[in-house]
């Protein structure tokens, strides 16, 4: 072999980040390959408009604004896709594998959606399909659970995978501040989108846990057939109560399995202080796994950025181009598992987890005998009262927290207790996570 | 691919976790690769007197002391070596490599020394050589840097490799007793091997180091010229005087690449508490490491057992079956580097660390004026002097942190000192562990 052709297609933060790794580290990736590997078209839309930048490290690159024209190249052999979003991306990555050419990509809203029908098409045309780009940048995960813990069975795996969640999240802890302000200097910054939604409502990490569970557990769940709650209603009061339980507040996604199938879920919830998931700070990922002989292995590291993320994207390129250096007809399914199962998620509602209820109220007598009346009749039982002092009594936040009761019966709870005068909200709801290793 | 053949060589703790994991995982293994792994035999010098075991969970495996036969025996595609030492060790693999086979090792002591000659033969036979579990046990460590961050240029690494000395000093942490204590009660719950040494004088951890050395910097460094030291002089009152600074004691083992070459180091060291290593409790492993692109990624999980560490043989061995049932001529390198370039360590000397220096004395006046004179004599610059009150006056342990210093500096002045008739023992250096990311 003396060379491998890559076509990159999107000049985002990605697309540079991933040229630059490809630059900077090209003697060591030969090093490590046996043979170069080559960038020989790059795809923008605005490529002609660009101020120079990552595509000019690679002068000897065809540049293109047609996506078309860099897959018929004879010279690229495998094309990653770095646009984002599904339409246009779908159509590239289909393309390129009906080309014969192999496919890395950072896509995970695409995966997520779309990923096992990728594979289909890939393995039947012999060639490659890569994502570890497509979950927690810079952490290996996908890697992990497909080669380096392969032996192993999964049994459950609970991941941050959101950085501007996990930044806002820790940002409300350590300055006590509200979402909101928190979130502008997260936009102001770039740390932010301009439409959060994504990230601050979990749909972002919704699709990535749709990923880890096809790879760690071989089954195949439709992202919007996971539960998700985002962080909006998280303030700084839940960091004070959680505190006083020992817990801290995290944006978590969660897998595991059980008698009844694979239990999901991407929502806040409260996690043990000597968790080592609960030292994850600022704009880290990290996925704990359980694995049933391997027992708890743990990885972290930088979930977004266009250096971590194009190293991911480079590590995939590689693997990609070292298969077809060596001639292996057809690939390694990306999932670990050759083919995935169709899977509906066991239902949420019978999980029975601890729960924190957070409630707002204008006080006055009776007030918990209500509530406590309603988690009877629910057959829930409470652990647990706290109030902090200071508060107003007008606006007043406490905590009741209960043993394991099925979600459901806490959310006909909740429900029920929403119709109570003196609430000035809907009562918020944390499972406490568990499971997890102390460290 | 009907099927790939194994042969297990060695029934200790790994061997038979390894029995265990293929055993209760055959389904979801065959389900990955496509078709089963089937053990076709085991060899062990004692295997006609064992009592019922993993072995009895392969009925259909031939049972052998010879294993020459089991090398020879058509059907064992992949040899998994799981002996330990480095005589007959090496003599297996060489012979199981000669014979055409692809060899699984957890050998981490014959990897370290002679990994990069076993390596040549196996590309020249065109055989596979694996050993994820010859470090860090059920961490998938190698597979990162191999292939997770391949694309990646590791500017350095810190790890805690060694479970029984983590275990010891955390204990002593917790607990307040002195090694000799803890190590006892070690050695009765079988934690720790009767001779110790290996684990607490820290040439486990050496080897282990001089294996991720090889693999992030594709460098052989003989194991032999890594600076070593082991923790028998470390005591509760280290643990003390490190809380006062913020910081932990660990025994760590770190490569750092600079310009005047790869430095590295396995010894006791101080360690910042708000860093994610210092969360790594009993005999627990981690490894942090820093890329240049990918920035930190942390690696945790359990270092040693025979599940956790059946679980990295198993999976290199559905790498290896992988690759061979794909036909690929050859196999990648296992250092991630197709060849290790021969490397001399930077020398030690020159390396500038903060420095604690803690002392055990007889009190008298004028202690620290004739320490400080010593250090400013080598132009070494304190920076605080610690002494806890309650403490015999005729055994008072105090300690003076001193800023950034070279180590030979810091060696010959500690040398110096040790003749001063008020030391009732040669003073214990320790570098401050710098460059971790806090979590």
Known sequence: MSEIGVGIVGLGNVGSGTLRVLHENAESIAGKLGFPLKVRAICSRSIDEQAPGEADLHPEALRTRDWRELVARPDVAVVAELVGGTTAAKEIVEAAIAAGKSVVTANKELIAESGAALWNRAAAGNVRLAMEAAVAGGIPILTALREGIAGDRVEALTGILNGTSNFILTEMERRGEPLGAILQEAQELGYAESDPSADIDGFDARSKLAILAATAFGMRIAPERIPVEGIRRIGPIDFTYAERLGHTVRLTASARSGPDGLRLRVGPALIRKDTILASVMGSYNAVWVRGR?????????????????GVAVVSDLMAVAR????QAPGGASPFAHRALVECAPAPAGAEELRHYLRFRVRDRPGIIAALAAILAEHRISVDAVLQEPRFDKKNLPFVITVEAARRDAIDAATAQMSRLDFLLEKPLALPLESGLAAH
């Open 293 to 309: 002989h391997g027992e708890d292995t743990f990885y972290y590291g930088r979930g977004a950025g266009p250096a971590p993320t």
């Open 323 to 326: 298969e077809i250096g060596s």
